[in-house]
């Protein structure tokens, strides 16, 4: 167990859709990261939030958006959906000390958009 | 073009025999992470390298970063089922966070 929570596990949506993923970090983590993997793409980074504020930003689509709230908990916003966003989305979290980027994954969200 | 390349992309070996497996770039990278992830759960983090020629071992496995802090290898002495999984390697680029596409390693029993 990673410490890293998300939820829902699975979900089931139709496309134009739009969904929320929820992720909360381990305790003490600042830092949320938000990735898509897909069967034929691997692990692609989206999005990352240190402490409330964006910091960097991956392969992020303008249907997606991404917020962490005070208490540091995340949330993934997927609309417009498309069959194609169909994919495993998970969660990491991480202290971010130094250079060092050691991140603690989440179970995640299998999202199937029929 | 991918920042981290991994090689090879697909290994099925018996159990006991030895592998490497490779993580190449043409950045240099302050540390690199290597995780094992399972089908349909998320990576598990099982090392950071940070100095340029380190070398660190985690039971079977030893891990080795270039001196140029480029590349990095993962050594696995006599696999176990297991050992099976997809292996990442990771790092940080101009700040982003970037995965390899990985290895996926089957040990046969």
């Known amino acids: 167990d990673s410490g890293v929570t998300q939820t829902p596990k699975h979900l089931i949506t139709a496309t134009g859709q739009r969904v929320t993923l929820r992720c909360s970090p381990r305790?003490?983590?600042?830092?949320v990261y938000w990735y898509q993997q897909s069967l034929d793409q691997g692990l692609q980074f989206l999005i990352q939030y240190y402490n409330g504020e964006e910091r960097a930003k991956g392969n992020i689509l303008e249907r997606f958006s991404a917020q962490q709230f005070p208490d540091l908990h995340s949330e993934l916003n997927l609309s417009s959906l498309e069959l194609g966003d169909s994919a495993l989305y998970f969660c990491?979290?991480?202290?971010?000390?130094?250079?060092?980027?050691?991140?603690?994954f989440g179970p995640g969200t299998r999202l199937t958009v029929l | 073009t991918q920042l981290l390349e991994q090689s090879p992309q697909f290994l099925s070996i018996q159990e006991g025999e030895n592998l490497t497996v490779y993580c190449n770039s043409s950045s240099v990278f302050s540390s690199l992470q290597w995780y094992r992830q399972e089908p349909g759960e998320g990576p598990v983090l099982l090392v950071t390298v940070v100095t340029g020629g380190e070398v660190k071992k985690l039971k079977r496995l030893t891990f080795q970063f270039g001196d140029a802090r480029k590349d990095s290898s993962l050594h696995i002495t006599a696999a176990q089922p297991g050992d099976t999984g997809l292996y990442l390697c990771a790092g940080k680029d101009a700040g982003k966070s970037t995965f390899g596409d990985g290895t996926t390693l089957t040990v046969k029993p």
């Open positions: 305790s003490g983590d600042l830092s």
């Open positions: 990491a979290s991480s202290v971010e000390s130094g250079g060092v980027n050691e991140q603690f």
